[in-house]
């Protein structure tokens, strides 16, 4: 049900007369498809992605990412003033922590497959993979957040774009 939940969410921000976009994998990795219509299957670009961060869809209003985490790793804390976001875990297990305050975490809960996690703007966020493989999550923020064709290989590389 949270899967086709957030597929219609993915389809309402796109025009009407979708077409099929190239089923490559490293045109999916790389390439970021928007700005014009396109549908995928997300739960296999997701599992397949092996990039900390690939930005693979930005509209006017939308963006969808693929994160893989390595374990122990996280998406670091950080806020988003202007950005709802959407993340649904497709494999792997996490920890997720929110807060209005940077250093007062409210929400304190475990994730794991299947599971979305809504983030409010402005909240301070985090999530942790606490499995023994890589998390492997998409992210939706609406309005975007990263470049169109961002792609972060690394954590490290991430938090360097991000001047942290």
Do not use: C
Not at 17 to 34: I, N, P, V, Y
Not at 36 to 59: A, C, M
Request: aromatic content about 10%; cysteine-free; charged content about 25%.
């Amino acid at each position: 049900m949270l899967k086709r939940i957030a597929f219609v969410l993915l389809l309402l921000a796109l025009e009407p007369g979708l077409a099929t976009a190239g089923d490559t994998a490293a045109a999916q990795k790389s390439k970021d498809f928007g700005g014009q219509p396109w549908v995928v299957d997300i739960e296999k670009l997701t599992v397949k992605n092996p990039y900390f961060r690939s930005t693979s869809w930005t509209g006017t209003n939308l963006q969808m990412t693929v994160m893989s985490i390595q374990p122990g790793g996280e998406i670091g804390l950080e806020r988003h003033e202007k950005n709802d976001q959407f993340i649904r875990v497709e494999q792997g297990r996490a920890r997720v922590v929110m807060g209005k305050d940077k250093d007062r975490m409210t929400f304190d809960k475990k994730v794991s497959a299947d599971w979305a996690i809504f983030i409010p703007a402005g909240y301070w966020h985090n999530i942790t993979n606490i499995g023994d493989r890589p998390l492997k999550v998409y992210a939706i923020y609406a309005p975007p957040e990263h470049p169109p064709g961002t792609l972060h290989k690394t954590f490290e590389e991430s938090e360097a774009a991000h001047g942290h």
